[in-house]
């Protein structure tokens, strides 16, 4: 009888043996992975809060005739929605004074009238600056906002 020993295995089995390499452990694996997602997170949040868009509520939720919130700060080049609300209808008029030197005012006005609930008017500014703005029909009853863009 032939005794086999394991040195004698054939040449395929040693070569296999051979070619697996010891691989990095899960735990460091992980906390790779884990450091990989962390900057992708963060990566993505700070893209998100540069391009984060402001809603401004035409008709506080109480019903009174407000802008919600008055006063809005973005950075240059944010959207700025306007939603409608209650105690509709509204528009959005910049005033022409009360807006940076060689801003159109009427260029970024909303003078048709938001009729419906949730009917939305969306302005993208991007002259730093303060802009301020009222709803036609309701600017006697205090209907008023501020934009400041920075």
């Known amino acids: 009888?032939?005794?086999?020993?394991?040195?004698?295995?054939?040449?395929?089995?040693?070569?296999?043996?051979?070619?697996?390499?010891?691989?990095?452990s899960l735990k460091a694996t992980v906390s790779k992975?884990?450091?990989?997602?962390?900057?992708?997170?963060?990566?993505?949040?700070?893209?998100?809060?540069?391009?984060?868009?402001?809603t401004v509520k035409l008709g506080s939720d109480t019903g009174a005739l407000v802008f919600e919130p008055a006063t809005v700060t973005v950075k240059?080049?944010?959207?700025?929605?306007?939603?409608?609300n209650a105690g509709f209808p509204h528009n959005v008029v910049f005033d022409e004074d009360a807006v940076p030197s060689g801003v159109d005012a009427d260029a970024?006005?909303?003078?048709?009238?938001?009729?419906?609930?949730?009917?939305?008017?969306?302005v993208k500014l991007t002259t730093a600056g303060t802009y301020g703005y009222y709803c036609e029909p309701?600017?006697?009853?205090?209907?008023?906002?501020?934009?400041?863009?920075?």
Not at 1 to 24: E, F, L, N, W, Y
């Open 33 to 54: 992975v884990a450091q990989v997602a962390g900057v992708a997170a963060s990566s993505l949040a700070l893209t998100l809060a540069a391009h984060a868009d402001v």
């Open 108 to 122: 970024i006005s909303r003078d048709d009238l938001l009729n419906g609930p949730g009917e939305t008017y969306s």
């Open 76 to 84: 240059a080049g944010e959207t700025i929605n306007f939603k409608n």
């Open 138 to 150: 309701h600017a006697g009853a205090g209907m008023v906002g501020k934009i400041v863009v920075q």
């Open 1 to 24: 009888m032939q005794t086999i020993r394991a040195s004698a295995a054939p040449k395929a089995v040693r070569a296999s043996r051979q070619a697996v390499k010891p691989q990095a």
